[in-house]
């Protein structure tokens, strides 16, 4: 288990070019590759890592690590790093939509569908995508 230095954290929210930024993330990385790799196996780990990053580095100036109250630092990095994943997902979604409508106009949705049923298609189309990634994944992983 990884405990949370508090000083670690205000160092690297009071400046962005830290040099302990390296020590955040040799103490960070293994959790967040392992959590991408059970939760989200099809999505490229590095990028969704790098962005979550960026988002850490806006948000810790004004964070403040309460863990009685707040809940563990590590479970705000993770859901962080969950909804990039989620983004990183959606975006393929559609990219692949986008590309099969230039193949075949004819599938392209119906001016007038509602936003629910679009909302509802990309859901399936991304839990889609995971799936058929996981056993590939575990096979050549």
């Known amino acids: 288990m990884i405990t949370t230095s508090t000083t670690l954290l205000k160092a690297i929210g009071a400046d962005a070019d830290s040099p302990r930024w390296t020590e955040f993330v040799a103490r960070y990385q293994p959790v967040m590759e392992s959590f991408l790799t059970q939760q989200f196996p099809s999505v490229?780990?590095?990028?969704?890592?790098?962005?979550?990053?960026?988002?850490?580095?806006?948000?810790?100036?004004?964070?403040?690590?309460?863990?009685?109250?707040?809940?563990?630092?590590?479970?705000?990095?993770?859901?962080?790093?969950?909804?990039?994943?989620?983004?990183?997902?959606?975006?393929?979604?559609?990219?692949?939509?986008?590309?099969?409508?230039?193949?075949?106009?004819?599938?392209?949705?119906?001016?007038?569908?509602?936003?629910?049923?679009?909302e509802a298609r990309e859901w399936r189309f991304a839990a889609y995508e995971v799936a058929l990634q996981q056993p590939r994944s575990r096979l050549f992983g």
């Open 44 to 118: 490229d780990a590095d990028d969704v890592m790098q962005e979550t990053l960026i988002v850490i580095a806006r948000k810790l100036p004004n964070y403040h690590y309460a863990p009685d109250t707040k809940g563990h630092f590590r479970n705000y990095l993770l859901g962080i790093l969950k909804n990039k994943a989620r983004e990183e997902l959606k975006h393929r979604a559609k990219a692949i939509r986008a590309e099969e409508a230039a193949k075949n106009p004819a599938a392209v949705p119906q001016p007038g569908s509602s936003d629910e049923d679009v």
